[in-house]
């Protein structure tokens, strides 16, 4: 069974592009994901197709109104169960590679994306099972908080890349960043490629790409060997 994400946004334009190209267009075409986009602007409840409002209380930036949002997610839940109802935002739990481990063993799950002043603290309160920030900075809005959670997710989903164990030596699968890579010509201006990496020698190149693994990893982030 494919992997379901259902993303909620008030700028679907700006959730086209990333599923068009690469992996992720691969992945599509494979079966292997689906990715819905639902508009928000279409499950407005006013006659003024409002989904944001003055917050309570005053203060600048509007708030994204609960109604719309509960409307779009009951109607999906109503279809089908969901596994996790993600919330995008800076205030939320720092995206890492366990995190999109996890969630690429999931079936469906729906991706809420904010904008002005955020949502109506009830969305969250009621509905949403996961708060992620894709980093310590504020972008104009969750979409590509959003399109950057899915890229690190699908990618992971069994079948999605070719060779199996690409994903597995990626930088943080194994808590370490990736050693250097080099590929033709062994020689260019007189900048040479690593002897060992040419000399065919399976147990030297693996322990020489450990070895690397570690020494740019307690070099760029010691961090990440606590
Ligand atoms: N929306 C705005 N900034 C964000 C961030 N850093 N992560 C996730 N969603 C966001």
Redesign the pocket.
């Known amino acids: 069974m494919a992997m379901r994400i259902d993303i909620i946004t008030v700028l679907p334009e700006l959730l086209k592009s990333p599923f068009q190209a690469s992996i992720l267009k691969r992945a599509i075409e494979k079966g292997l994901v689906e990715i819905h986009l639902h508009n928000l602007r279409d499950y407005a409840t006013n006659s003024y197709n409002q989904i944001d409002d003055y917050q309570f209380g005053g203060g600048a930036g509007m708030v994204m109104m609960i109604e719309p949002i509960d409307k779009c997610i009951s109607g999906l839940k109503a279809e089908r169960d969901y596994d996790e109802v993600i919330y995008?935002?800076?205030e939320?739990q720092t995206l890492d590679q366990s995190i999109s481990n996890q969630l690429s063993l999931k079936g469906n799950i729906i991706i809420l994306c904010?904008h002005y002043k955020g949502v109506d603290q009830r969305v969250r309160d009621q509905f949403i099972t996961k708060e992620?920030?894709?980093?310590d900075?504020?972008?104009s809005?969750?979409e590509l908080?959003a399109a950057i959670l899915c890229d690190s997710v699908i990618r992971l989903i069994p079948g999605v890349l070719g060779n199996e164990t690409s994903a597995l030596t990626d930088s943080f699968q194994d808590g370490l960043l990736a050693p250097p890579t080099y590929t033709r010509p062994a020689e260019y201006k007189g900048w040479e490629v690593p002897e060992v990496l040419l000399s065919g020698h399976k147990a030297n190149i693996e322990k020489w790409r450990e070895e690397q693994a570690y020494k740019n990893t307690k070099k760029r982030r010691p961090d990440l060997l606590q």
């Open positions: 995008m935002t800076p939320g904010g992620i920030s894709v980093g900075y504020v972008l809005g969750g908080a």
